[in-house]
C-alpha cells in the first residue's frame, strides 16, 4: 500500500515537473492553459478537467478551458458565484471532493457541457495573492473515490495555475477570439456563406458514454442486430477480398472470430443486464479491455491486433449509436451547408452531398493534400489548415468563406457580407473576361500558346465529360483510385471494364493514361484495410502495394485491357510512385502476362526524388514520363502534404525544388521520351509560368483550371521565357521568385493579376 502510495506520489511530481514547463511554453495564454488542461486529463486518466476564470466584474466564473467538456461552450458557460459546485468552491474558498457530485445538494447541471454523465468531481478554488482567481475541476464518468494524493496534487496544481498563468489575459484572450476570423490555406477559390455543419467522423469516447440505459429488452436487441449487421458486411468483405487479397481477407476473418466468440457475447451482455450499462458502452469497454490488453503487451503483431480491433470496435459502435456525429458523411437537414471537419478523407469528400454543400473547411491538410483536389474538382471553395476552427463553432454560426484568401468569417456582419458578394461580382466579369479574350481569336505565333500542349488531369467520373466539354482531347493523368474510393466494395470487373471502356470512349485513342491505382499514404480504399504505419507516406503505398497483391493489380490490369478490346482504344498504363527501374519492369511483366502479350505504352511518375538521378535508365524502360510535383515537392522537402503545421515550409518555386526540375528537364530531353508535368503546380499561373521558364512545354491540369492558364500562354510572349530562366534559377528565396513572375504576370496577363 505504502509503495503504491509513493508511486503515486512520483507520478504526480512527474506530471508536475512536466507541467512547470509546459506552462512557460509558447502560445496565447489561452493556448496554454488549453494544453495543460488536456495533459492533467490524459496523463492522469481523468475524463475532464476544465478551468473556470473569475471575471472581471467578480459575478461569474467562465469557463475558459476545458478538456472533457463541448469545447464550444468556453467562453460562453458563466456560473454565477456561489452557485453550482464550481461556484462554491470559488464563494467557500474550500476545495471539493465528491463521488457522487449529482447527490450533493449544491449541484448545478449545465445542460450545454453535456456534463450529466460525469458522476465524480472536484473543484479546487485557484488562488491569487489571497483571492479566488478561479475554480479547477476534474470530473470522471466511473464513481471515483479521490485519494489524499489527489486531493494534495489538486490543490498544488491550482495555485500553480493561479500563478504561472495570466488568468485575467487568459480570459481576455478567449472573449476576443469569440468574434474572429480564422485563417488557413486557400485551396479552391469561391466565396460561400451559410451555415455550419460540424463534422467528426468517429464515434467518441464521451458520446457512447453520454448514451444513456434504455431498458434491458431494447440494449439487448440492439446489440443482436448490430452483430448480426457487422457480421453481415464481414462476410461480404471477406467474400470479395478471398479472390483479391487473401491477407486483408484474414483481418476480417479475425473480426468474424472475434465477434463469434461466445466469451466476448458473453461479457457484452453481462454489462447490460448486470450493471445497467447501454449496448454501446458495454461493447466499448469490453472491446477497449481487450484493446488495451493486446496494446499492453511490446509485441508489434499484438499491438497491430489492437488497432485492428479498434476498426471493429468503431464499426459496431457506427451501427448502434444513432447520433449525428457517429455518421461516416455527414446528412444534412437543410440545403447550403458549410462542412467543418478536422480532417476529411477523400473517401468522405465523395460521401457530401454536392448539392447541399457550399464550402469545405478542414483543420488538416494542404494545397496538395487530395482533399484539395477532390474539392477544386468538386468546384467548392475550400479552406484547409484551419488551425482549431471546430472547438470555436457553434452548430448554430453562419460563416463566411473565401477560397481565394484563406479567411474564413464567423458570423459576418452585413457589411462585410455586402463587400463579398461585391467581390464575387467582380470575380465572375473578370472569368468571363477571361473567357471572351479566348473565343474565337487565332493563336498569335509569338506567343507561348502555340508551343505548349495542355492534357486533363482528372479522377472524378463526372470530370470525363468535363474535360471534353472543355475541348481536351488528351488526358495526361488519370487518378483511377477515386473511382475505387466511390465503391464500398472492390468492384466487380463488369463494373470496371464498362468504366475504362466509358473514359477510353471519351478520347482520341492512345491519348489516356490511366493511372495504376495509388493507394496509401493519404488515400485508402475502407475495404482494403491497410496496416497502420508510422510515415504512410514513406511506406507501403502505390506501387509498392501493388506488387505486394498482384491479385489487385491484375484486376485492374484486366479491365483496362478488356475495355480496350471493347472500345478498340489503346490505353497508356502510368505506373505511380517508382523508385526502381525494376518495380516498372515487374509491373510490365505481369501487364504482359494478363492480357497474353499485348503491349501497351507504359509511363512511369516521377514523384520520388530517388527517381531524378536514374531517368536515363527509367527512360530505357519506359514509353514516356509525368512529373508528379505533388509528391516530389513532398519528398524533396520533407514536409507531409496533408500537415497543416508544417505546410508553410514548402513552396512550389523553392529553389532546390526548381533547381530539381530543371535537372530533371534536361535529363528527360537527353532521354528522348516524351514528357509533361502532372501536378498541380502545373495548373496554376504563377508556378506553371516556372515550368515553362524551365523548358516544360506539355503541363497537364485540371479542367476548372484550362481558361486561366490558357489565357496565360496565350498572352505571355515566346521570348520572354529564356531571358527569366537564369534569374529563377539563381535566387535564393521562393519568397521573391513569387514576385518576379507575378510581376510578369501582371504586365503581360493584367486578368489573372
Ligand atoms: C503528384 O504527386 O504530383 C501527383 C500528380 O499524384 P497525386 O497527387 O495523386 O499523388
Ligand atoms: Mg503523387
Not at 429488452?217 to 470479395?240: G, P, R, T, W, Y
Not at 470555436?392 to 477560397?403: C, I, K, M, Q, T
Not at 455586402?418 to 466579369?429: D, G, H, I, L, T
Not at 491505382?517 to 508510422?534: M, N
Amino acid at each position: 500500500m505504502q509503495g503504491a502510495m509513493s508511486e503515486n506520489i512520483r507520478h504526480y511530481l512527474e506530471v508536475f515537473r512536466s507541467l512547470t514547463y509546459d506552462a512557460a511554453g509558447s502560445g496565447t495564454p489561452h493556448e496554454r492553459l488549453s494544453r495543460l488542461v488536456s495533459r492533467v486529463a490524459t496523463e492522469l486518466r481523468w475524463d475532464v478537467c476544465s478551468i473556470y476564470v473569475l471575471d472581471e466584474a467578480g459575478g461569474s466564473l467562465v469557463l475558459t478551458a476545458t478538456h472533457g467538456l463541448d469545447h464550444r461552450s468556453v467562453g460562453r458557460i458563466r456560473i454565477p458565484i456561489a452557485e453550482g459546485l464550481v461556484g462554491c468552491a470559488a464563494s467557500e474558498e474550500k476545495p471539493i471532493f465528491l463521488a457522487n457530485a449529482a447527490q450533493d445538494a449544491r449541484f448545478r447541471y449545465f445542460p450545454e457541457t453535456g456534463e450529466e454523465r460525469f458522476v465524480s468531481m472536484a473543484a479546487v478554488p485557484m488562488m491569487r495573492d489571497g483571492r479566488v482567481s478561479g475554480v479547477l475541476t476534474v470530473q470522471t464518468v466511473e464513481p471515483y473515490e479521490f485519494s489524499t494524493a489527489d486531493r494534495h496534487f489538486l490543490e498544488i496544481l491550482a495555485q500553480h495555475i493561479a500563478q504561472v498563468v495570466d488568468v485575467a489575459l487568459t480570459l481576455r484572450s478567449v472573449r476576443s477570439s469569440r468574434v474572429h476570423a480564422f485563417h488557413g490555406t486557400a485551396v479552391s477559390p469561391g466565396i460561400a456563406e451559410a451555415r455550419v455543419h460540424l463534422f467528426e467522423s468517429s464515434p467518441d469516447r464521451i458520446t457512447v458514454a453520454a448514451r444513456g440505459f434504455r431498458g434491458l429488452d431494447f440494449e439487448m436487441k440492439l446489440f443482436e442486430k448490430a452483430m448480426s449487421a457487422a457480421l453481415a458486411e464481414i462476410n461480404q468483405l471477406v467474400h470479395q477480398l478471398n479472390s483479391i487479397s487473401p491477407p486483408a481477407a484474414q483481418i476480417f476473418i479475425a473480426h468474424r472470430m472475434m465477434i463469434e466468440d461466445p466469451m466476448f457475447q458473453q461479457d457484452v451482455r453481462k454489462h447490460i443486464s448486470k450493471d445497467s450499462e447501454s449496448a454501446p458502452r458495454a461493447v466499448a469497454k469490453v472491446m477497449n479491455a481487450y484493446i488495451e490488453k493486446f496494446a499492453s503487451i511490446g509485441n508489434p503483431v499484438l499491438q497491430e491486433k489492437s488497432s485492428d480491433l479498434k476498426g471493429l470496435r468503431d464499426t459496431l459502435l457506427r451501427l448502434m449509436m444513432d447520433e449525428k456525429v457517429t455518421r461516416f458523411a455527414p446528412e444534412f437537414e437543410e440545403e447550403n451547408m458549410v462542412v467543418v471537419a478536422r480532417e476529411l478523407t477523400p473517401q468522405q469528400m465523395f460521401q457530401l452531398d454536392a448539392s447541399k454543400v457550399v464550402a469545405v473547411l478542414t483543420e488538416k491538410g494542404s494545397e496538395s493534400s487530395h482533399v484539395a483536389i477532390i474539392a477544386r474538382a468538386l468546384n467548392f471553395p475550400a479552406i484547409v489548415g484551419v488551425e482549431a476552427i471546430i472547438d470555436s463553432l457553434h452548430p448554430e454560426d453562419r460563416v463566411l468563406v473565401d477560397g481565394a484568401s484563406g479567411y474564413v468569417f464567423v458570423n459576418p456582419d452585413e457589411d462585410l457580407k455586402k463587400q463579398y458578394f461585391a467581390r464575387m461580382e467582380e470575380n465572375r466579369r473578370r472569368v468571363a473576361s477571361i473567357d471572351a479574350e479566348l473565343t474565337g481569336a487565332a493563336i498569335p505565333p509569338d506567343r507561348v500558346e502555340s508551343d505548349v500542349f495542355l492534357d486533363a488531369n482528372i479522377g472524378l467520373p463526372f470530370e470525363i465529360e468535363e474535360a471534353t466539354k472543355k475541348s481536351f482531347t488528351a488526358v495526361g493523368l488519370f487518378r483511377t483510385e477515386f473511382f475505387y474510393m466511390q465503391h464500398r466494395m472492390w468492384p466487380d470487373e463488369k463494373v470496371q471494364r464498362a468504366f475504362y471502356a466509358r473514359l477510353l470512349n471519351a478520347f482520341p485513342t492512345d491519348t489516356v493514361a490511366i493511372r495504376l491505382l495509388d493507394i496509401g499514404g493519404d488515400k485508402f480504399l475502407s475495404y482494403l484495410p491497410a496496416a497502420r504505419e508510422e510515415n504512410p507516406h514513406l511506406g507501403f503505398r502505390s506501387v509498392r502495394l501493388l506488387l505486394a497483391n498482384p491479385e489487385i493489380l491484375r484486376s485492374q490490369i484486366r479491365a483496362i485491357h478488356e475495355a480496350a478490346k471493347e472500345t478498340g482504344k489503346i490505353p497508356r498504363i502510368l505506373v505511380p510512385m517508382v523508385t526502381h527501374t525494376w518495380e516498372l519492369v515487374a509491373v510490365k511483366e505481369i501487364l504482359l502476362d494478363v492480357t497474353q502479350g499485348v503491349a501497351y505504352p507504359m509511363g512511369i511518375m516521377v514523384e520520388v526524388p530517388g527517381a531524378l538521378f536514374q531517368i536515363e535508365e527509367f527512360a530505357a524502360e519506359a514509353d514516356f514520363i509525368s512529373i508528379g510535383t505533388n509528391d516530389l515537392a513532398q519528398y524533396l522537402l520533407a514536409v507531409d502534404r496533408n500537415n497543416a503545421r508544417v505546410n508553410h515550409l514548402s513552396h512550389p518555386l523553392h529553389p532546390s525544388l526548381l533547381r530539381a526540375l530543371s535537372h530533371l528537364r534536361k535529363s528527360l530531353a537527353a532521354a528522348g521520351k516524351p514528357y509533361s508535368v502532372c501536378g498541380e503546380m502545373a495548373g496554376d499561373p504563377i508556378s506553371a509560368m516556372a515550368l515553362l521558364i524551365l523548358g516544360y512545354r506539355h503541363l497537364t491540369i485540371a479542367p476548372p483550371r484550362v481558361s486561366e492558364i490558357r489565357y496565360m500562354l496565350r498572352c505571355l510572349p515566346k521570348e520572354l521565357l529564356p531571358t527569366m530562366a537564369d534569374p529563377l534559377l539563381s535566387m535564393g528565396e521562393a519568397g521573391i521568385s513569387e514576385k518576379i513572375l507575378r510581376l510578369a504576370l501582371r504586365e503581360h496577363a493584367p486578368l489573372l493579376a
